[in-house]
């Protein structure tokens, strides 16, 4: 794999590892006044799989949108390795973002395309070769169990395949970090219970860094990694 | 290498952005080919005229013809003046002799019929051809020399040679109009073709936006596509318009011999400037257009 366009995570003291994120004061308010988070601190460290929980309206989803720069944060410091997010000009945000996988509630995959190209794609902006995206591409279905239905449409799968082929695009080019925005929202209970499962497999066999938004306590607790709580943009929770 | 497939990846996905909105695209192309064939119509007529008129100012602009009382002293003695007149540029002396031979030979195949003029007094009269400098002057110098003694009359294509540069002025004026009006119509069919194809990729921008896809990746299957509708419809254009230029062309060959302008083919009439403008037209329509539409509609 090229990684010429891949930010370096320099400093950091395991380089298989994702990065580490760190939150220092960090504060949201919104265009029309809502304080969606307020003075929010906290750590993940490199590698680590942390869930993120609180009720509607807590502030989760701003926060996943504060990691991957859809939002700036009013005020506070975020670190991704690192990276301080606040120094990331809007033009180098598409190459910030390539070292992020996302995933979200309704899967956000493209119906007109069959599942190798929806992973795919993300490797061809990248200027990958056919040889280099078939072997990525393949290996990344392999991870999440779709190797098979390769050349099936999105409307030919179930929600929970279609959330694996999402997870797929999102660690098809190795990110060090996955960032999840309730991935279960969507799905049954065993179907979440499958998907969780995978997010735990990617962070323990690719190292990278996953933090999974979501408000489903009977799943956290059956997998119990540590949990950030937040409460109406405070986080009440979890160790730093 | 890796920019090269990027190139490709790009290229794939225009065409393939082409081929779902194939009807407003050949839409555009159509207007776009209106448009270029109006406004090239409009700049060969206006570039026609202009050679008609070149060659009409290069002739002997007015003829004076004494009456043939007049003798050759005195029109001598008005030849003197008048190519002394600052505003001539050339003046001719004709003889009664070489008018008559002139006259004999424009009826040469009535020879005999006109054999016995010869001697006849009406037919021996001397001409001055005069050139001014600036045309026009014409209006003003025919009208003095009107006013002289034993003037018998006086032929000028300064009228017709006005009237055609009035012609040519309006004519371009009808260019610009047509340009204008025309290239906003163009602007605005190809702007709402790209912003069609991106609302109907809405929602692949926003993922493709996700995952790190830079603006210029995204916005530029939407550009080549504005582009290469400008281009093909420019190609159509220049290809229609070079028939009906012949069709013109031959229509005026015919004429030719009776009105003595000498027609000018396509390509000597500026055909490959029109091509280069053409082309160039329609890619600066299509890149305009289909940039404002992206920057528009790709905010996600
Ligand atoms: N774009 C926005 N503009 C203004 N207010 C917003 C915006 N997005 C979110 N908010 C507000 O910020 C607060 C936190 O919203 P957020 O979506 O982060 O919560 P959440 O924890 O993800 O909730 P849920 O569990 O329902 O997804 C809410 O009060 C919400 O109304
Ligand atoms: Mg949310």
């Known amino acids: 794999m090229e990684n010429d366009y891949r930010y370096d995570y320099s400093s950091q003291e395991d380089d298989n590892k994702g990065p580490e994120i760190v939150f220092e004061n960090v504060t949201k308010e919104y265009q029309n006044g809502v304080r969606a988070l307020d003075n929010v601190s906290f750590r993940v460290a490199p590698g680590e799989f942390a869930f993120l929980m609180g009720h509607s309206g807590s502030g989760k989803s701003t926060l996943t949108k504060l990691l991957m720069l859809e939002e700036r944060a009013t005020s506070g410091d975020i670190l991704v390795g690192s990276i301080n ?25 493209i119906s007109s395309m069959t599942v190798f190209e929806n992973v795919a794609f993300a490797l061809e902006m990248l200027g990958a070769g056919r040889k280099q995206i078939e072997t990525q591409v393949m290996a990344a279905l392999d991870l999440v169990g779709l190797a098979k239905k390769r050349n099936e449409y ?30 279960t929202g969507n799905l049954d209970t065993e179907n979440s219970q499958e998907i969780m499962e995978l997010l735990q497999k990617i962070n ?6 996953v933090l999974v938004a979501t408000h489903e306590k009977e799943l956290v607790s059956k997998i119990g990694h540590r949990v950030i709580e937040l409460s109406h943009g405070v986080r009440i929770l979890g160790n730093k | 290498m890796k920019y090269i497939r ?18 407003m695209v050949f839409a555009s192309v159509v207007v776009v080919f209106f448009v270029l064939l109006v406004v090239g119509i409009f700049i060969e007529a206006g570039l026609t005229l202009g050679s008609v008129i070149e060659q009409f100012s290069d002739r002997a602009e007015i003829q004076i013809n004494f009456s043939y009382i007049v003798s050759d002293e005195t029109a001598k003695e008005y030849f003197d003046v008048i190519s002394k007149d600052a505003r001539v ?27 016995n003029y010869r001697n006849s007094e009406r037919l021996q009269f001397v001409s001055i051809e005069v050139q001014l400098n600036h045309f026009e002057d014409g209006t003003a ?17 300064v009228e017709t040679v006005d009237k055609m540069e009035l012609t040519r002025f309006w004519v371009n004026v009808g260019t610009i109009t047509a340009a204008v009006i025309m290239t906003g119509l163009s602007l605005l069919l190809i702007f709402n073709t790209v912003k069609l194809t991106v609302i109907a990729r809405h929602r692949e921008i926003e993922i493709m936006k996700y ?17 290469s509708t400008g281009i093909v419809g420019a190609i159509i254009a220049w290809i229609v318009l070079s028939g009906v230029y012949k069709a013109v062309f031959n229509f005026i060959s015919e004429l030719a011999a009776q009105t003595n302008i000498v027609p000018k ?27 404002l539409a992206a920057r528009k509609y790709m905010k996600v």
């Open chain 1, 85 to 109: 997010l606040n120094s990331v000009k809007s033009s180098g945000i598409p190459y910030y973002r390539r070292l992020v996988g996302i995933v979200f509630q309704d899967f956000r995959i």
């Open chain 1, 204 to 209: 323990t066999e690719l190292g990278a860094t």
């Open chain 2, 211 to 227: 995952i790190g896809a830079t603006d210029v990746y995204i916005a530029t299957p939407f550009i080549l596509e504005g582009v």
């Open chain 2, 141 to 157: 110098f025919v009208n003095e020399i009107k006013q002289l003694d034993g003037i018998d009359s006086v032929k000028d294509i």
């Open chain 2, 6 to 23: 990027i190139v490709y990846y790009v290229l794939r996905q225009s065409v393939k952005n082409i081929l779902r909105n194939l009807f």
């Open chain 2, 265 to 291: 083919t396509f390509a000597e009439s500026g055909g490959g400037a029109i091509f280069v403008g053409f082309i160039l037209f329609g890619i600066a329509t299509g890149f305009v257009a289909s940039m």
């Open chain 2, 89 to 115: 540029k050339t003046a001719t002396y004709i003889t009664k002799e070489e008018n008559l031979n002139k006259i004999l030979d424009y009826f040469k195949d009535d020879k005999e019929l006109f054999e």
């Open chain 1, 154 to 183: 999105p409307g030919h799968l179930s929600g929970g395949e279609q959330q694996r082929v999402a997870i797929a695009r999102a660690v098809v080019n190795l990110p060090g970090l996955i960032i999840a925005d309730e991935p």
